[in-house]
């Protein structure tokens, strides 16, 4: 089956300093992956859509300077956190799509990002 | 605008049958998705409908109307692991998944 990697799984980072979140798929490819954020008991937001290859579209309210999306190649989107405050503190998930089928998406574990 | 409605919280017993419904309002229509989320897990996929009827999948069935735009996830022979948030997603015209808050599902004995 399709599987999706995220590392690191959790990270704690002082607050002022970036972090950075790979997301893989290991077993297919994605021209399109979507990063999520959730706070607790919330469902899942999405921050922005990752496209292989050009600038990623960020949802209204996402910050693209502060979170920084690469997708630069078919199996490999990061997610940078610029300068992280206490209040980005989240669980960050990211999702991959199918090449090809749309209507297919597999989520990675998610990581555990805590800003002190 | 768009939005997906489903219950807060249900509460079921061990073995029994429990139905979350999800209500719709999309830009368009490209399929409905269930998910099961444990605490501190991410979504799991449990089902996908794109047309109206019936999908059955061992213990876990998905419902879908599309002229209702109304579905529901029934778990049969409930088991303590079944406890979990299951959110429900629908796929717009922009192949988008517009999610819902999600149903947390608690079983108990």
């Known amino acids: 089956g399709a599987v999706v990697s995220q590392h690191p799984s959790r990270v704690i980072c002082k607050s002022g300093t970036s972090v950075k979140i790979e997301c893989r798929s290991l077993?297919?490819?994605?021209?399109?992956m979507f990063w999520y954020r959730q706070f607790p008991k919330q469902s899942l937001m999405l921050m922005a859509t990752?496209?292989?290859?050009?600038?990623?579209?960020?949802e209204q309210g996402v910050e693209k300077d502060k979170f920084l999306i690469n997708h630069a190649s078919l199996t490999l989107s990061t997610l940078t956190v610029t300068s992280a405050h206490p209040e980005d503190s989240s669980f960050y998930i990211c999702?991959?799509?199918?090449?090809?089928?749309?209507?297919?998406?597999?989520f990675g574990p998610g990581t555990r990002l805590t800003v002190t | 605008g768009q939005n997906i409605d489903q219950p807060t919280e249900m509460t079921a017993t061990e073995g029994a049958i429990v139905q979350i419904n999800c209500t719709y309002q999309t830009s368009g229509f490209n399929g409905l998705f269930w998910y099961q989320q444990h605490a501190g897990e991410a979504p799991t996929f449990l089902s996908y409908n794109v047309l109206d009827g019936l999908e059955e999948k061992g213990r876990f069935s998905s419902f879908l109307s599309r002229s209702k735009g109304y579905s529901y996830l029934l778990l049969k022979e409930l088991q303590m692991k079944d406890s979990a948030s299951y959110l429900c997603?629908?796929?717009?015209?922009?192949?988008?998944?517009?999610w819902g808050a999600g149903t947390k599902l608690i079983i108990k004995p």
């Open positions: 990752s496209n292989e290859g050009s600038k990623a579209t960020y």
């Open positions: 999702s991959a799509r199918v090449v090809g089928r749309d209507y297919e998406q597999y």
């Open positions: 077993d297919f490819q994605a021209t399109t």
């Open positions: 997603a629908v796929m717009d015209s922009n192949y988008q998944l517009i």
